[in-house]
Protein backbone atom coordinates (compact mmCIF):
# COMPACT_ATOMS: atom_id res chain seq x y z
CA UNK A 1 0.00 0.00 0.00
CA UNK A 2 1.36 3.59 -1.11
CA UNK A 3 2.33 5.72 2.19
CA UNK A 4 0.07 8.26 3.62
CA UNK A 5 2.79 11.69 4.54
CA UNK A 6 2.93 14.92 5.79
CA UNK A 7 4.24 17.67 3.59
CA UNK A 8 7.83 17.39 5.54
CA UNK A 9 8.14 13.10 5.13
CA UNK A 10 6.91 13.84 1.20
CA UNK A 11 9.35 12.01 -1.29
CA UNK A 12 10.22 14.81 -3.73
CA UNK A 13 10.64 16.40 -6.47
CA UNK A 14 6.75 15.53 -6.77
CA UNK A 15 4.31 15.77 -9.94
CA UNK A 16 0.95 16.91 -8.19
CA UNK A 17 -2.30 16.01 -8.58
CA UNK A 18 -3.78 19.14 -6.19
CA UNK A 19 -7.41 18.94 -4.64
CA UNK A 20 -9.89 17.29 -2.73
CA UNK A 21 -10.29 14.03 -4.29
CA UNK A 22 -13.25 12.55 -2.12
CA UNK A 23 -14.95 9.79 -4.03
CA UNK A 24 -11.86 9.17 -6.44
CA UNK A 25 -14.69 9.44 -9.53
CA UNK A 26 -13.99 9.37 -13.05
CA UNK A 27 -12.90 13.27 -13.31
CA UNK A 28 -10.83 12.85 -10.34
CA UNK A 29 -8.67 9.97 -12.02
CA UNK A 30 -8.37 12.40 -15.23
CA UNK A 31 -6.68 14.70 -13.19
CA UNK A 32 -4.56 12.10 -11.52
CA UNK A 33 -3.60 10.57 -14.68
CA UNK A 34 -2.17 14.16 -15.64
CA UNK A 35 0.78 13.75 -13.09
CA UNK A 36 1.43 9.69 -13.33
CA UNK A 37 3.91 10.10 -16.70
CA UNK A 38 6.04 12.72 -15.09
CA UNK A 39 9.22 12.83 -16.12
CA UNK A 40 12.64 14.03 -14.56
CA UNK A 41 11.93 11.87 -11.49
CA UNK A 42 9.25 12.91 -9.91
CA UNK A 43 7.07 10.64 -7.24
CA UNK A 44 3.48 11.01 -8.77
CA UNK A 45 1.53 12.56 -6.09
CA UNK A 46 -2.03 13.50 -4.58
CA UNK A 47 -2.14 16.31 -2.39
CA UNK A 48 -5.13 17.18 -0.21
CA UNK A 49 -6.02 19.10 2.82
CA UNK A 50 -7.06 17.48 5.90
CA UNK A 51 -9.40 18.55 7.76
CA UNK A 52 -11.96 19.65 5.24
CA UNK A 53 -11.86 23.77 5.06
CA UNK A 54 -15.13 24.44 5.86
CA UNK A 55 -14.72 22.42 8.72
CA UNK A 56 -11.84 24.89 10.02
CA UNK A 57 -13.64 28.26 8.52
CA UNK A 58 -16.95 27.66 9.41
CA UNK A 59 -17.40 24.81 11.73
CA UNK A 60 -19.25 22.61 9.05
CA UNK A 61 -18.52 19.20 9.71
CA UNK A 62 -17.75 17.72 6.11
CA UNK A 63 -18.46 13.68 5.93
CA UNK A 64 -16.18 12.02 3.32
CA UNK A 65 -16.64 9.43 0.36
CA UNK A 66 -13.60 8.35 1.25
CA UNK A 67 -11.63 8.23 4.45
CA UNK A 68 -7.23 8.98 4.14
CA UNK A 69 -6.84 4.87 4.56
CA UNK A 70 -9.42 3.94 1.94
CA UNK A 71 -8.06 6.53 0.09
CA UNK A 72 -4.32 5.07 -0.45
CA UNK A 73 -6.50 1.54 -1.71
CA UNK A 74 -7.58 3.53 -4.57
CA UNK A 75 -4.90 5.48 -5.67
CA UNK A 76 -2.24 2.75 -5.59
CA UNK A 77 -3.78 1.30 -8.86
CA UNK A 78 -3.67 4.55 -10.44
CA UNK A 79 0.18 5.20 -10.65
CA UNK A 80 -0.08 7.21 -7.53
CA UNK A 81 2.54 6.93 -5.10
CA UNK A 82 2.30 9.20 -2.01
CA UNK A 83 -0.15 10.66 -0.27
CA UNK A 84 0.33 13.97 1.17
CA UNK A 85 -2.08 15.33 4.06
CA UNK A 86 -1.30 19.23 4.18
CA UNK A 87 -2.83 20.24 7.42
CA UNK A 88 -5.38 23.01 6.84
CA UNK A 89 -5.28 25.69 9.71
CA UNK A 90 -6.47 29.01 9.52
CA UNK A 91 -2.86 30.31 9.67
CA UNK A 92 -2.62 28.33 5.66
CA UNK A 93 -6.31 29.94 5.04
CA UNK A 94 -4.90 33.11 5.24
CA UNK A 95 -2.10 32.38 2.76
CA UNK A 96 -1.98 34.42 -1.00
CA UNK A 97 -1.74 32.33 -3.52
CA UNK A 98 1.78 33.37 -4.39
CA UNK A 99 2.36 32.11 -0.90
CA UNK A 100 0.82 28.98 -0.88
CA UNK A 101 2.59 28.17 -3.84
CA UNK A 102 6.06 29.35 -2.59
CA UNK A 103 5.73 27.84 0.82
CA UNK A 104 3.82 24.77 0.56
CA UNK A 105 3.79 23.22 -3.28
CA UNK A 106 7.72 24.91 -3.83
CA UNK A 107 9.44 25.40 -0.49
CA UNK A 108 7.80 21.79 1.25
CA UNK A 109 6.51 19.66 -2.00
CA UNK A 110 9.60 20.47 -4.53
CA UNK A 111 6.83 20.09 -6.47
CA UNK A 112 7.81 20.16 -10.37
CA UNK A 113 4.17 19.51 -12.30
CA UNK A 114 0.74 20.09 -10.99
CA UNK A 115 -2.56 19.12 -12.53
CA UNK A 116 -5.88 20.36 -11.29
CA UNK A 117 -9.49 20.60 -12.27
CA UNK A 118 -10.60 23.92 -13.39
CA UNK A 119 -12.75 24.70 -10.92
CA UNK A 120 -9.94 24.72 -8.55
CA UNK A 121 -9.67 27.80 -5.71
CA UNK A 122 -7.12 28.07 -3.68
CA UNK A 123 -5.32 31.43 -1.13
CA UNK A 124 -6.75 33.50 0.89
CA UNK A 125 -10.49 34.20 0.65
CA UNK A 126 -10.27 31.85 -2.02
CA UNK A 127 -8.97 34.32 -4.21
CA UNK A 128 -7.04 32.26 -6.21
CA UNK A 129 -8.21 30.08 -9.58
CA UNK A 130 -6.84 27.51 -11.67
CA UNK A 131 -5.69 30.65 -14.29
CA UNK A 132 -3.94 32.12 -11.18
CA UNK A 133 -1.85 28.96 -10.25
CA UNK A 134 -0.73 28.46 -13.71
CA UNK A 135 0.24 31.90 -14.00
CA UNK A 136 2.53 31.71 -10.29
CA UNK A 137 3.68 28.67 -11.53
CA UNK A 138 4.75 29.57 -14.49
CA UNK A 139 7.10 32.08 -12.10
CA UNK A 140 8.59 29.23 -10.73
CA UNK A 141 9.25 26.83 -13.50
CA UNK A 142 5.93 24.44 -12.38
CA UNK A 143 4.02 23.27 -15.20
CA UNK A 144 0.55 23.60 -13.91
CA UNK A 145 -2.17 21.12 -16.25
CA UNK A 146 -5.44 22.72 -15.76
CA UNK A 147 -8.15 19.50 -16.58
CA UNK A 148 -11.76 20.89 -17.94
CA UNK A 149 -14.39 19.40 -15.87
CA UNK A 150 -16.40 16.22 -16.75
CA UNK A 151 -20.09 16.11 -17.72
CA UNK A 152 -22.43 13.49 -17.64
CA UNK A 153 -25.61 14.46 -19.29
CA UNK A 154 -26.36 18.02 -18.06
CA UNK A 155 -24.34 17.88 -14.90
CA UNK A 156 -20.88 17.34 -14.25
CA UNK A 157 -19.52 14.72 -12.34
CA UNK A 158 -18.72 15.68 -8.81
CA UNK A 159 -18.93 14.35 -5.28
CA UNK A 160 -21.73 16.02 -4.45
CA UNK A 161 -23.92 14.78 -6.94
CA UNK A 162 -22.55 11.32 -5.78
CA UNK A 163 -23.50 12.16 -2.07
CA UNK A 164 -26.87 13.02 -3.81
CA UNK A 165 -27.36 9.83 -5.31
CA UNK A 166 -26.17 8.08 -1.44
CA UNK A 167 -28.60 10.38 0.42
CA UNK A 168 -31.83 9.11 -1.90
CA UNK A 169 -29.84 5.55 -1.53
CA UNK A 170 -29.72 5.20 -5.00
CA UNK A 171 -26.55 2.95 -4.85
CA UNK A 172 -26.94 1.84 -8.67
CA UNK A 173 -26.44 5.48 -9.39
CA UNK A 174 -23.17 6.25 -6.64
CA UNK A 175 -21.68 3.35 -8.60
CA UNK A 176 -22.30 4.56 -11.95
CA UNK A 177 -20.89 7.62 -11.19
CA UNK A 178 -17.79 6.04 -9.43
CA UNK A 179 -17.11 3.83 -11.70
CA UNK A 180 -16.24 1.55 -8.69
CA UNK A 181 -18.61 -0.27 -6.37
CA UNK A 182 -19.35 2.04 -2.90
CA UNK A 183 -17.95 0.77 0.65
CA UNK A 184 -17.29 1.31 4.06
CA UNK A 185 -15.99 -0.71 6.57
CA UNK A 186 -16.51 -0.96 10.74
CA UNK A 187 -14.80 -3.05 13.36
CA UNK A 188 -17.27 -5.69 14.33
CA UNK A 189 -18.48 -4.82 18.36
CA UNK A 190 -20.58 -6.66 20.48
CA UNK A 191 -24.46 -5.75 20.72
CA UNK A 192 -27.06 -6.48 22.85
CA UNK A 193 -28.30 -9.64 21.06
CA UNK A 194 -31.49 -8.87 20.19
CA UNK A 195 -30.87 -9.83 16.75
CA UNK A 196 -30.26 -13.16 17.95
CA UNK A 197 -33.49 -13.67 19.99
CA UNK A 198 -35.07 -12.68 16.80
CA UNK A 199 -33.24 -15.63 14.65
CA UNK A 200 -31.60 -13.48 12.60
CA UNK A 201 -28.04 -12.71 14.42
CA UNK A 202 -26.26 -9.35 13.19
CA UNK A 203 -22.89 -8.03 12.85
CA UNK A 204 -22.69 -4.24 14.51
CA UNK A 205 -20.40 -2.04 12.99
CA UNK A 206 -18.60 0.76 14.96
CA UNK A 207 -18.27 3.13 11.91
CA UNK A 208 -16.10 5.98 11.59
CA UNK A 209 -18.20 8.71 12.45
CA UNK A 210 -16.41 10.76 9.30
CA UNK A 211 -17.60 8.64 6.64
CA UNK A 212 -20.32 9.50 4.67
CA UNK A 213 -23.08 6.49 5.00
CA UNK A 214 -26.39 6.38 2.64
CA UNK A 215 -29.71 6.87 2.62
CA UNK A 216 -31.14 4.80 6.61
CA UNK A 217 -33.56 1.85 5.43
CA UNK A 218 -32.99 -1.96 4.88
CA UNK A 219 -30.13 -3.09 2.20
CA UNK A 220 -29.52 -6.01 0.15
CA UNK A 221 -25.48 -6.06 0.52
CA UNK A 222 -22.03 -8.10 0.39
CA UNK A 223 -19.67 -8.41 2.87
CA UNK A 224 -15.92 -9.22 2.96
CA UNK A 225 -13.67 -9.72 6.14
CA UNK A 226 -10.40 -8.43 5.44
CA UNK A 227 -10.35 -8.28 1.52
CA UNK A 228 -11.99 -12.10 1.51
CA UNK A 229 -14.31 -13.25 -0.41
CA UNK A 230 -17.98 -11.87 -0.87
CA UNK A 231 -20.53 -12.95 0.98
CA UNK A 232 -24.18 -12.17 0.31
CA UNK A 233 -25.95 -10.08 3.11
CA UNK A 234 -29.13 -8.43 4.24
CA UNK A 235 -27.94 -4.67 5.95
CA UNK A 236 -30.02 -2.53 8.08
CA UNK A 237 -28.58 1.43 8.79
CA UNK A 238 -30.42 3.36 11.34
CA UNK A 239 -32.53 2.87 13.95
CA UNK A 240 -34.44 0.07 15.41
CA UNK A 241 -37.62 1.48 15.90
CA UNK A 242 -39.50 -1.95 17.17
CA UNK A 243 -36.44 -3.08 19.24
CA UNK A 244 -35.24 -0.33 21.07
CA UNK A 245 -36.92 3.84 19.78
CA UNK A 246 -34.17 5.52 21.98
CA UNK A 247 -31.51 3.65 20.70
CA UNK A 248 -28.92 5.73 18.26
CA UNK A 249 -28.84 4.97 14.79
CA UNK A 250 -26.52 1.80 13.76
CA UNK A 251 -25.32 -0.40 11.14
CA UNK A 252 -26.18 -4.12 11.30
CA UNK A 253 -25.42 -6.89 8.93
CA UNK A 254 -26.70 -10.06 8.84
CA UNK A 255 -24.79 -12.97 6.56
CA UNK A 256 -27.14 -14.88 5.02
CA UNK A 257 -27.26 -18.35 4.86
CA UNK A 258 -23.58 -17.83 7.23
CA UNK A 259 -22.53 -18.23 10.39
CA UNK A 260 -19.06 -16.86 11.18
CA UNK A 261 -17.47 -15.42 14.09
CA UNK A 262 -16.81 -11.82 13.41
CA UNK A 263 -15.92 -9.86 16.86
CA UNK A 264 -13.50 -7.78 16.65
CA UNK A 265 -12.97 -7.69 13.15
CA UNK A 266 -12.58 -5.47 10.13
CA UNK A 267 -15.76 -5.96 8.33
CA UNK A 268 -16.42 -4.34 4.68
CA UNK A 269 -20.17 -3.85 3.16
CA UNK A 270 -21.17 -2.83 0.00
CA UNK A 271 -24.97 -1.67 -0.25
CA UNK A 272 -26.33 -3.09 -3.50
CA UNK A 273 -29.83 -2.14 -3.55
CA UNK A 274 -32.32 -0.32 -1.10
CA UNK A 275 -35.27 -2.94 -0.20
CA UNK A 276 -37.39 -0.85 1.81
CA UNK A 277 -37.05 2.34 4.57
CA UNK A 278 -37.07 2.01 8.34
CA UNK A 279 -40.66 1.00 9.51
CA UNK A 280 -42.46 0.52 13.80
CA UNK A 281 -44.02 -2.61 13.75
CA UNK A 282 -46.82 -4.04 15.74
CA UNK A 283 -45.18 -6.83 17.66
CA UNK A 284 -41.16 -9.11 17.24
CA UNK A 285 -43.14 -11.31 15.66
CA UNK A 286 -44.55 -8.88 12.69
CA UNK A 287 -40.79 -8.01 12.67
CA UNK A 288 -39.00 -10.88 12.28
CA UNK A 289 -41.57 -12.54 9.39
CA UNK A 290 -40.33 -8.80 7.61
CA UNK A 291 -36.62 -9.89 7.86
CA UNK A 292 -37.53 -12.89 6.28
CA UNK A 293 -38.80 -11.40 3.15
CA UNK A 294 -36.54 -9.03 3.26
CA UNK A 295 -33.61 -11.71 3.62
CA UNK A 296 -35.48 -13.67 0.70
CA UNK A 297 -35.20 -10.49 -1.52
CA UNK A 298 -31.53 -9.93 -0.60
CA UNK A 299 -30.43 -13.57 -1.31
CA UNK A 300 -32.49 -13.37 -5.03
CA UNK A 301 -30.66 -9.91 -5.44
CA UNK A 302 -27.09 -11.53 -4.28
CA UNK A 303 -27.66 -15.02 -6.15
CA UNK A 304 -24.11 -14.17 -8.25
CA UNK A 305 -22.22 -13.37 -5.52
CA UNK A 306 -20.86 -16.48 -3.17
CA UNK A 307 -17.31 -17.56 -1.19
CA UNK A 308 -14.50 -17.32 -3.54
CA UNK A 309 -15.63 -14.27 -5.30
CA UNK A 310 -13.37 -11.53 -4.29
CA UNK A 311 -14.39 -8.27 -4.43
CA UNK A 312 -12.58 -6.93 -8.06
CA UNK A 313 -10.21 -3.99 -6.75
CA UNK A 314 -9.66 -5.75 -3.50
CA UNK A 315 -7.26 -8.67 -3.48
CA UNK A 316 -6.47 -12.04 -0.73
CA UNK A 317 -8.51 -14.40 0.11
CA UNK A 318 -7.89 -15.11 4.30
CA UNK A 319 -8.99 -18.14 5.85
CA UNK A 320 -12.42 -17.68 7.52
CA UNK A 321 -13.44 -19.03 11.14
CA UNK A 322 -16.93 -21.38 10.95
CA UNK A 323 -18.57 -21.68 14.07
CA UNK A 324 -19.40 -24.44 15.24
Known sequence: ??????????????????????????????????????????????????????????????????????????????????LVLVPFTRELAALSPEAFVEQVLVGQLGAQRVAVGDNFRFGAGRSGDSHTLAAIGQRHGIDVQVLPMLWDGQERVSSS??????????????????????????????????????????????????????????????????????????????PQPTVD?????AVEVHLLDRRLELDGLELVVEPLQLLRRQQTFASFEALSAQIARDAD??????????????????GGDPAEQQNP
Open 1 to 82: MIPLRSPQEARRPTAIALGSFDGLHQGHRRVIAAVTGAAGGATPTVVSFWPHPREVLYGEPRLRLDLPAEKLHLLEPLGIEQ
Open 161 to 238: RIRRALAAGDVAEARRLLERPYRFSGRVVRGRGLGQELGWPTANLQVDGRKFLPLEGVYAAAATVAGGPLLPAVMNLG
Open 245 to 249: PMAPS
Open 297 to 314: EARALTAGIGVGQAPADE
